[in-house]
């Protein structure tokens, strides 16, 4: 079966280093996605990407966050100066609008310390 | 501004028994609504969808209701067993959009 996956699955960080955070996207979907889930709380938002750009973005994405897909492929989230409250599980999704349905990674879990 | 809303944080009940896990939405615009099931450490893995132009899904043991004027929709699991245990979230969409807006989560128990 079709998967999203994501490297690495656990990165720990100095505060105000950067950061990147990599998906492989399964391979005919179009639309792309991060989300948050900080420990204990909800799934955030993050960003959409189609068709090479940002399709909307959450307000918690803001200067220090950046995607690319580089090679038609890759699909990455680059936090430039890591803040402490940006510790959280990161999870790409994939989305086809032939099911509708958000196939999600297994999350990249980072500590900012 | 929580647009989407699961007022149970947690839920036990006994296997073989039915889960009940509702969703309230406040987004009018919303014409899509999906639950997913997450393990710990693991991604959100979709169960079960609902576009607004049905009022109920089924898919095995598991249902889902939509209730637009009320704004609310529930998952039905029957008969619940103890593999269900895990934290489901309700997300909505509008058509056109390309995000997802997720609930807080609703932690089920099933207990053996």
């Known amino acids: 079966e079709p998967e999203v996956t994501q490297t690495p699955s656990h990165q720990v960080t100095q505060m105000g280093q950067e950061v990147i955070l990599r998906c492989v996207p399964i391979s005919n979907h179009l639309y792309f996605y991060w989300y948050r889930q900080i420990l204990g709380q909800k799934v955030e938002f993050l960003v959409s990407?189609?068709?090479?750009?940002?399709?909307?973005k959450s307000e918690i994405f803001d200067d220090q966050f950046s995607v690319e897909r580089p090679d038609g492929s890759n699909f990455t989230l680059k936090i430039r100066s890591t803040k402490l409250e940006d510790s959280a599980m990161y999870f790409c999704a994939s989305w086809t609008d032939e099911t509708g349905e958000l196939f999600f990674g297994e999350g990249s879990r980072l500590t900012v310390l | 501004d929580q647009q989407v809303k699961q007022n149970s944080p947690s839920l036990s009940v006994q296997e073989g028994r039915i889960s009940i896990l509702n969703c309230d939405y406040t987004n009018s615009m919303f014409d899509y609504f999906l639950w997913y099931k997450k393990y710990p450490a693991e991604g959100p893995t979709f169960l079960i969808s609902?576009?607004?132009?049905?009022d109920k899904n089924e898919d095995g043991r598991f249902t889902v209701f939509l209730n637009k004027s009320a704004k609310h929709l529930s998952l039905h699991i029957v008969p619940s067993q103890p593999g269900d245990s895990a934290v489901y979230f309700c997300a909505a969409s509008t058509s056109g959009t390309y995000k997802y807006i997720f609930g807080t989560g609703t932690r089920l128990k099933v207990l053996a």
């Open positions: 609902i576009s607004s132009i049905k």
């Open positions: 990407f189609y068709n090479n750009e940002i399709s909307e």
